[in-house]
């Protein structure tokens, strides 16, 4: 690395590991070159709507099931998720379908549960700073998808990361899901530029979350390719088999007919890449 000084996140630096983090869920790997594809809806809202959405993203190619069980609403009165029942009926999705489970842990005391029932934990965006939380997720060996905080900047973020790996948890993925701006046409601003710089400034793969990043279902196809074409590890998706319907997120979240076509449009790009030269650029070599 050529950066004289010292950075303050030091795990998770590439001056402390200048290979990139492969991050390992059952059979799965992270961070491996090949695109990883979380996608399912924002909520887990009954038994049938989680089972029917495990099928559909596994038949269109999703490689984990995604779906959160206790929500995070800017509003009190909005669902705040089925809770336990939920966690139970992701574990009953990923029987039938063999897909790895993601979701949210929203407090310390509901850890022990819900890392009980699932494969991958979610930091979301608005608790990347609860460092209590942090440490706690830390002491796991579960894998953990660290959201970006909706008005980190990206060294706030990596030594987010950095409690996590520092109390014992190597096993961190971050997620690039907008940030706020003064842009008012879109949910978030979705920032990709943090892709390559985190690339250049950590070993730890990074998730490109466009549903949040954008809040317009029409505008995650684009977003999500762009993610993948800056060099994320893999994409966050919110697909729902009735976004009308859905009791939270419904304006993100792709109908599994769209993000089938999306998928087949992943498949191209990475075909594409793949048949590029990968040889050291001039820019590369800059450091
Ligand atoms: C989510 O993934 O549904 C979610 C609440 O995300 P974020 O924490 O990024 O807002
Ligand atoms: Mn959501």
Redesign the pocket.
């Known amino acids: 690395m050529s950066q004289a000084k010292t950075l303050p996140y030091r795990l998770a630096s590439r001056q402390s590991r200048v290979e990139s983090t492969v991050v390992r869920v059952g059979s799965h790997a992270i961070g491996d070159g090949e695109p990883t594809v979380i996608a399912g809806p924002?909520?887990v809202e009954s038994r049938e709507q989680i089972l029917e959405s495990a099928v559909q993203v596994q038949q269109a190619g999703a490689h984990m099931l995604?779906g959160?069980a206790f929500?995070?609403r800017s509003s009190p009165y909005a669902f705040q998720g089925l809770g336990e029942t939920g966690l139970r009926y992701l574990a009953e999705a990923r029987e039938q379908t063999g897909l790895p489970v993601v979701t949210?842990v929203m407090d310390i005391e509901h850890l022990p549960m819900v890392a009980h029932y699932v494969d991958v934990l979610?930091i979301?965006?608005?608790?990347m700073q609860n460092y209590p939380l942090l440490k706690a997720v830390g002491q796991t060996t579960k894998p953990v998808i660290l959201?970006r905080g909706?008005s980190a900047t990206i060294e706030e973020w990596l030594l987010a990361a950095e409690y996590i790996l520092s109390a014992g948890n190597p096993n961190v993925i971050l997620?690039e899901?907008?940030i706020r701006t003064f842009e008012t046409a879109t949910r978030n601003t979705l920032d990709l530029n943090a892709v390559p710089v985190v690339k250049h400034l950590s070993h730890l793969p990074i998730l490109v979350?466009p549903?949040?990043g954008t809040g317009v279902a029409r505008y995650v196809p684009a977003m999500s390719l762009a993610g993948l074409a800056a060099g994320a590890d893999g994409l966050?998706l919110?697909v729902h088999p009735n976004p009308e319907k859905a009791l939270?997120?419904g304006a993100q979240s792709l109908t599994p007919e769209e993000f089938r076509l999306l998928m087949r449009r992943v498949q191209t790009l990475m075909q594409a890449e793949s048949a590029a030269v990968f040889a050291p650029t001039p820019m590369a070599l800059r450091g």
């Open positions: 924002c909520s995604r959160g929500k995070p949210e979610q979301g965006a608005r608790n959201k909706l997620c899901r907008g979350d549903s949040h966050l919110e939270s997120d």
